[in-house]
């Protein structure tokens, strides 16, 4: 009588990007999931998928896997221009993903021709309400003499005096936030070939936006985001990242549905 046999997990492709590469690549062994995994590329004609061989599972997005996933693609864009797939990617097999790049051939074409030599940056700007609220109290009389009357007659002072106050500075806060994003945006602008906002994170986060640029233009860029980040020195916070490849401006999910499913 035959022992009982695990049953065997089936074997799938995980993809991170998709290249233009003339000959096999191999990108070392840091791909997704466990263990060693070796990285490297299928092809029909000149493109290239970058994959990894792993169990055909479903991937959660936690911070091992992310990084996991954005670690390989910043490996590749070193090299190469990428198109970014959709974190959790996955193909049964090797002729699936031969498929798509065939079915998909002039869009991914395209694409990359639109991003060679083009990267993206992010910039989160948040900001420090106390000292926005100090500001606005400097620049608006209106607010600085209600507050100088609440502050004067503080026991009789009234619930409404007290709302009227507080809705000044809400609104004052919301036009100041739009004025520095609109000053950001205008001083970053000259230096990126496009950029998109982002819905902001928080209460606190009043810009969340990527910018594309290209290769030879990062010196310029990030000159431009120290020049504004020193204007708004205590008023606001900016959280600045990249390279990255170009997610932000490269939309092939539905495409990608498509020719999977």
Not at 176 to 199: M, Q
Not at 207 to 232: G, H
Request: charged fraction near 30%; glycine fraction near 6%.
């Amino acid at each position: 009588m035959n022992k009982e046999q695990t049953p065997s997990v089936e074997e799938g492709k995980y993809v991170y990007c998709i290249i233009k590469c003339p000959g096999v690549r191999e990108f070392g062994q840091a791909g997704i999931g466990e263990g060693d995994n070796r990285v490297y590329t299928i092809h029909h004609r000149e493109l290239a998928a970058v994959v990894s061989d792993t169990p055909l599972r479903t991937y959660d997005p936690t911070r091992e896997n992310v990084l996991a996933h954005e670690f390989v693609n910043e490996t590749v864009m070193r090299d190469f221009t990428v198109i970014p797939m959709s974190f959790g990617t996955l193909f049964r097999t090797e002729e699936d993903i031969v498929e798509l790049l065939k079915s998909a051939y002039q869009a991914f074409d395209d694409v990359l021709e639109k991003m060679k030599d083009k990267i993206e940056f992010g910039l989160k700007v948040l900001w420090n309400r106390d000292s926005v609220i100090a500001t606005l109290e400097e620049e608006n009389e209106e607010i600085r003499r209600l507050r100088d009357e609440i502050g004067r007659n503080a026991q009789s002072s009234t619930y409404f005096a007290r709302m009227q106050l507080g809705r000044l500075i809400e609104t004052a806060m919301e036009d100041a936030g739009n004025r520095y994003v609109r000053d950001i945006h205008e001083t970053l602008k000259p230096a990126a070939l496009a950029s998109r906002s982002n819905k902001p994170i928080g209460d606190r986060m009043i810009m969340n936006a990527a910018f594309l640029i290209t290769r030879d233009n990062e010196r310029p860029f990030d000159e431009r985001v120290k020049e504004v980040s020193r204007r708004y020195e205590g008023l606001l916070n900016f959280k600045y990242t990249g390279p990255w490849p170009p997610y932000n401006f490269v939309n092939i999910k539905l495409k990608l549905e498509k020719a999977t499913g």
